[in-house]
């Protein structure tokens, strides 16, 4: 698997690091580091990093540690001038659509889920749902679009198969979108092949027109 054009933003990639996603939003993130080597190496340098700070610190640092000290910026600073580590081997590189990560989640691959018609061909399984937010799994037939829509919330977009294209560009396998409040956006299968997500969000989302609204109480979205 080459680079994604669409990774995690570093925030994102930190949250993971330290342990601290939901764990929706965790699911999306290991599978998408299985698939991006940029994610794997940043994720890889976080972690170094990491260990050096606690390694360099002692018992009464550790105590006295004011939360500032650990501060996005700082942290930046310091991964900025740190040495670039070279990205191990992708661990979802496995024959079929799903990476480990996720595989291990299903049971299976794709063929072993027991997909829900939310019509118009889109199909849903939902993984994992608790008060930090669901993942579900989401089939987007060929050529067809979603919904336009906004967020209550945050929303994470894992391409697994396919693609997909909105305003923020193109989407393909191992390719991540996020989305939140700010963000109004229309995905669109490209066609030639369905296109299967793996989604995360901590919120409903706000869609625009009438008919997916009335749908939504049923199809929890
Ligand atoms: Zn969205």
């Known amino acids: 698997m080459t680079d994604t054009h669409h990774s995690a933003p570093d925030d994102v990639l930190m949250g993971y690091a330290t342990g601290t996603l939901a764990k929706a939003f965790d699911l999306v993130l290991a599978t998408h580091v299985s698939l991006s080597d940029d994610a794997r190496a940043r994720l890889e340098t976080f972690e170094a990093l990491g260990g050096a700070v606690l390694d360099n610190m002692d018992a009464d640092d550790l105590d006295a540690a004011p939360v500032e000290e650990a501060s996005f910026e700082?942290?930046?600073?310091?991964?900025?001038?740190?040495?670039?580590?070279?990205?191990?081997?992708?661990?979802?590189?496995?024959?079929?659509?799903?990476?480990?990560?996720?595989?291990?989640?299903?049971?299976?691959?794709?063929?072993?889920?027991?997909?829900?018609?939310?019509?118009?061909?889109?199909?849903?399984?939902?993984?994992?749902?608790?008060?930090?937010?669901?993942?579900?799994?989401?089939?987007?037939?060929?050529?067809?679009?979603?919904?336009?829509?906004?967020?209550?919330?945050?929303?994470?977009?894992?391409?697994?198969?396919?693609?997909?294209?909105?305003?923020?560009?193109?989407?393909?396998?191992?390719?991540?979108?996020?989305?939140?409040?700010?963000?109004?956006?229309?995905?669109?299968?490209?066609?030639?092949?369905d296109c299967i997500c793996l989604v995360a969000t901590d919120a409903k989302l706000k869609f625009q027109s009438l008919l997916p609204r009335l749908a939504q109480p049923f199809i929890g979205i």
């Open 74 to 193: 700082q942290t930046m600073a310091k991964i900025i001038s740190a040495p670039a580590s070279e990205p191990t081997a992708p661990t979802g590189a496995i024959a079929g659509t799903f990476p480990t990560p996720l595989r291990n989640v299903v049971g299976g691959d794709e063929d072993a889920l027991q997909w829900r018609s939310l019509g118009g061909g889109v199909k849903q399984y939902v993984l994992h749902s608790d008060d930090g937010g669901t993942a579900r799994l989401l089939l987007i037939p060929a050529g067809r679009a979603m919904p336009v829509h906004s967020h209550n919330g945050a929303e994470m977009t894992l391409v697994l198969k396919g693609s997909f294209r909105d305003d923020g560009g193109v989407f393909a396998r191992g390719d991540l979108e996020v989305a939140d409040t700010q963000v109004t956006h229309q995905p669109i299968a490209d066609p030639g092949e």
